[in-house]
């Protein structure tokens, strides 16, 4: 598959080894703010983005004394995620308003980034003034919710690269895929419609194979790193018990006469297959499943195993 869409962090800036780190690889909201003067605005700002199904990074929680808290609770977390947020507050200190020096060196990080930013910042504080040519959204208690859910609608629809929701099939996927008698569905009924749309949306493909009436969920995630593909993992079970819990209202409201039992099962029954770069990934992807006890029925491929079963 091309590589030509993604971009890594090759150069560390506090001189480490380059981390590989690809950017805007994660359904991920970073948010940056002062811990003491910010509390209620990021209580919104969590409550807005996960109603969106975007996974929340916060800062102030980035504090790991046996780590490199940096390295890999704040600079990987920007570089990876899809947008972020940053709440310029001062904090008061000795009766003055000054600004915070974590926040600020994290808003330098966004902007080296060259990430996609939605600066905030109460109407009353002043912004410094190396910043002050940059556009920042004032606000106030009365208006803070409407701005941010709007901001955020609009940063999300910015940021949403299409390749994730529709991942390209190269000529080696497709000769794997016509080996497993997996074929990718074009769904015509409006049930089919609706789940292939869920699946998308997390880069998952809607499949079916002619040995099951089951589903089958391709992801092909070769350009991705493993906590990447983590969190579209994480979302698969919610994802399907949603379309049971839908199923059901439906058909108690009258509204469709499927049958649950039949869909259950069917739903139940899904497969996963996930094709990764390397043993790297699907060991760090089996560890997680490991450690956290997912009831997936899931299959990880390296390129290497797919080019073995498709040579041999």
């Known amino acids: 598959m091309s590589d030509l869409t993604l971009r ?10 380059s981390c590989n780190f690809v950017f805007n690889s994660t359904r991920s909201c970073f948010i940056a703010y002062g811990f003491r003067t910010s509390r209620m605005e990021v209580g919104v700002l969590r409550s807005i983005l996960t109603s969106k199904q975007m996974e929340v990074v916060e800062a102030a929680d980035a504090i790991d004394p046996a ?5 890999t609770k704040i600079c990987s977390k920007i570089i990876t995620s899809q947008f972020c947020i940053i709440i310029l507050n001062h904090d008061r200190t000795r009766g003055s308003l000054i600004p915070n020096a974590n926040v600020n060196m994290e808003y330098g990080l966004m902007l080296g980034f060259n990430k996609y930013i939605l600066p905030f910042q109460r109407r009353e504080h002043s912004l410094s003034f190396n910043v002050q040519g940059l556009d920042t959204i ?6 803070f919710e409407r701005k941010a859910h709007a901001a955020i609608s609009l940063a999300i629809e910015k940021t949403s690269p299409s390749e994730i929701k529709t991942p390209p099939l190269d000529q080696i996927i497709e000769a794997f895929l016509f080996y497993r008698d997996i074929f990718v569905m074009q769904p015509r009924e409006a049930g089919d419609q609706m789940i292939a749309s869920l699946v998308n949306r997390f880069g998952f493909l809607l499949c079916t194979s002619i040995d099951t009436q089951c589903y089958t ?3 092909i995630f070769t350009n991705l790193r493993a906590e990447a593909i983590i969190f579209r993992m994480k979302k698969i079970p919610s994802i399907l ?14 509204i469709t006469n499927v049958n649950l039992a039949v869909l259950s099962e069917i739903i139940m029954g899904t497969k996963v297959i996930i094709a990764v770069a390397g043993e790297t990934e699907k060991l760090a992807i089996l560890q997680h499943l490991a450690a956290n006890k997912m009831k997936l029925d899931i299959e ?7 080019n073995e079963v498709i040579s041999g």
Do not use: Q
């Open 8 to 17: 890594r962090n090759e150069h560390c800036i506090v001189g480490m080894p």
């Open 67 to 71: 780590k490199m808290a940096f390295c």
């Open 138 to 143: 004032k606000y106030d208690d009365d208006d």
């Open 217 to 219: 969920l391709l992801g």
């Open 241 to 254: 018990d949603w379309i049971i819990n839908s199923a059901r209202v439906r058909a108690e409201s009258g």
């Open 300 to 306: 990880i491929c390296t390129l290497a195993h797919i």
